[in-house]
C-alpha cells in the first residue's frame, strides 16, 4: 500500500482543477503536466505505447497474458478536479491508525470531519485515512482512481503469470465540466466494455444514473432609465424572481428529492433590466421525463410573457447525458463481470444509482458499456474530502481480478 498512498499524494499535488468557460481543452494546464508524469511512469512499468495525444488524454496497453482472444476492456478515470473548491497547494495529510474520532483540519480549524455527518468513518478506525489541510479539496474524485488503475497496472505487469487479456487505460480530462469524453476515439480506444474508477467507499457497483438536460432561460425585458420607467419599463430580474416563484419547490427540487425522484435545478443567474439568463438542470432516471420538465419550464415562460407582453423568454434544452443503464442492458457482462470480481476480492458487490453522472454516462450512450467502481472518495468537491488508503488498495484488487474475469 505504501507505493499505492505514495502514487495519490503526488498526484494531488499538481493542480488541476477545472476552468468552467475556458474555450480549451485541457481547460487548465495542470491537467497536461499530470498527464505528462503518468505517461513517463507507464513507460517506466514497460508499457512502450503510452502517449498523451493532442487532447491531453493519456491511453495505454498493458498487453494480453494469454494466447487465446479474450476481449479489451477499459479501465478509466479523469485527471481534473472540481472547480466548486481550489485544487491549488493541496497538502495532503495522512492519518494513520485512525482513532474513530472527528478529524479536525489544521490549515482550517472551523473545518471539522465530523463523525456524525460521516457514518462510514465508524467502520474505518485503525485504517489510514487522507484528507486535506481544510484549506482546498483533496483532489481523490478522481487522483484516487488514477492512483488505484496505476497501482492495479504496476501489479499485473509485474505478475505475468495472471491470466488475463488486452487492458486498455485511459485518463481524460475535464470531466468535471461536463466534457471529459468530448475528444475520446473510442474506435481508438478499442474496448467492449470499460470501467470508471470514479466511485465511492468500496464494493459498490454504479450501474444506472440520472439522464441529464440544461436549460438555459433567456428572459428580455425592456430597459429605460428609471426616472423615466413608468408604463414602459419591464424589469426582466423581476420577471426572473417570478419565474422561479413558479417552479415546484416541495416536489422535484434537489433539495426535497432523494433515491429515484427526479429534479429541476436552478443554479446560475446572470444579467440585468433589459436580459436575464437562468441555467437549470434537468434530471431523472426515467429519460421521458426530461420531455415533461422542459414542457413545464415553456408553460411558465408562456404565462409571464401573457402577462407582460413587452417581454420575451426563450427556453433552450441542451442534453447532457443519459441513464447508462440503458446502454448497459445491451452487454450484461460489463455488470456481471464486475460483480464477479469484486466477490473474488472478498466483497459483497452493491449494485447503486447515482443521482449524477459520469464519464460512464456518456461513454455507454456512445456504445461503450462503462458502470463506475469504488475507490474510496468521500465527500467530493470539498475541504472536508477525504480518502481511505485500504478502500484505495481494495479497488486495486477488483481491478486484478476484473481482468482475469475477463479473459476467463
Request: hydrophobic share 40%; net charge negative.
Amino acid at each position: 500500500m505504501k507505493t499505492l498512498l505514495d502514487r495519490f499524494c503526488r498526484y494531488v499535488r499538481i493542480d488541476t482543477t477545472a476552468v468552467e468557460n475556458a474555450g480549451t481543452y485541457p481547460s487548465s494546464p495542470g491537467q497536461l503536466e499530470l498527464g505528462r508524469m503518468l505517461v513517463e511512469e507507464l513507460r517506466a512499468l514497460g508499457i512502450p505505447d503510452a502517449v498523451q495525444d493532442e487532447h491531453g488524454i493519456v491511453l495505454a496497453t498493458i498487453p494480453a497474458t494469454v494466447t487465446h482472444d479474450a476481449p479489451a476492456i477499459a479501465w478509466i478515470a479523469h485527471l481534473d478536479t472540481s472547480p466548486e473548491t481550489t485544487g491549488r497547494n493541496v497538502r495532503p495529510i495522512v492519518h494513520e491508525n485512525y482513532d474513530g474520532r472527528d478529524i479536525v483540519l489544521p490549515g482550517d480549524p472551523s473545518k471539522i470531519i465530523r463523525v456524525s455527518d460521516n457514518p462510514e468513518l465508524f467502520y474505518l478506525k485503525g485504517k489510514t485515512l487522507v484528507t486535506t489541510d481544510g484549506t482546498t479539496l483533496l483532489g481523490a474524485d478522481d487522483k484516487a482512481g488514477v492512483a488505484v488503475i496505476m497501482e492495479a497496472a504496476a501489479q499485473l505487469l509485474a505478475h505475468p503469470e495472471l491470466p488475463h487479456g488486452p487492458i486498455r487505460i485511459c485518463f481524460t480530462c475535464d470531466e468535471e465540466i461536463g466534457h471529459g469524453v468530448d475528444h475520446l476515439d473510442l474506435q481508438k480506444l478499442g474496448a467492449v466494455a470499460g470501467y470508471t474508477l470514479d466511485g465511492g467507499g468500496q464494493g459498490e457497483i454504479d450501474g444506472e444514473t440520472f439522464s441529464a438536460d440544461l436549460a438555459v432561460v433567456t428572459i428580455r425585458g425592456v430597459n429605460i432609465h428609471p426616472a423615466i420607467a413608468k408604463g414602459r419599463m419591464v424589469n426582466a430580474v423581476r420577471l426572473a424572481g417570478l419565474f422561479l416563484e413558479r417552479l415546484p419547490r416541495l416536489t422535484q427540487a434537489p433539495e426535497t428529492t432523494a433515491e429515484r425522484e427526479g429534479f429541476l435545478h436552478p443554479y446560475r443567474i446572470d444579467g440585468g433590466v433589459a436580459e436575464v439568463t437562468l441555467r437549470i438542470l434537468l434530471r431523472d432516471f426515467q429519460t421521458p421525463r426530461l420531455v415533461d420538465y422542459a414542457e413545464l419550464l415553456r408553460t411558465i415562460a408562456r404565462t409571464i410573457t401573457a402577462e407582460y407582453p413587452q417581454a420575451s423568454i426563450e427556453v433552450q434544452v441542451t442534453p447532457q447525458y443519459r441513464n447508462m443503464a440503458e446502454g448497459l442492458a445491451q452487454e450484461p457482462r460489463a455488470l456481471a463481470f464486475a460483480q464477479e470480481a469484486m466477490r473474488r476480492a472478498g466483497l459483497e458487490p452493491k449494485l447503486t444509482i447515482v443521482r449524477g453522472g459520469t464519464d460512464g454516462s456518456r461513454l455507454t450512450e456512445l456504445g461503450l458499456p462503462t458502470p463506475n467502481l469504488s475507490c474510496g472518495e468521500h465527500n467530493l468537491h470539498s475541504p472536508l474530502e477525504w480518502t481511505c488508503l485500504e478502500e484505495m488498495a481494495t479497488a486495486v484488487r477488483v481491478l486484478v481480478e476484473l481482468a482475469q474475469v475477463w479473459a476467463q
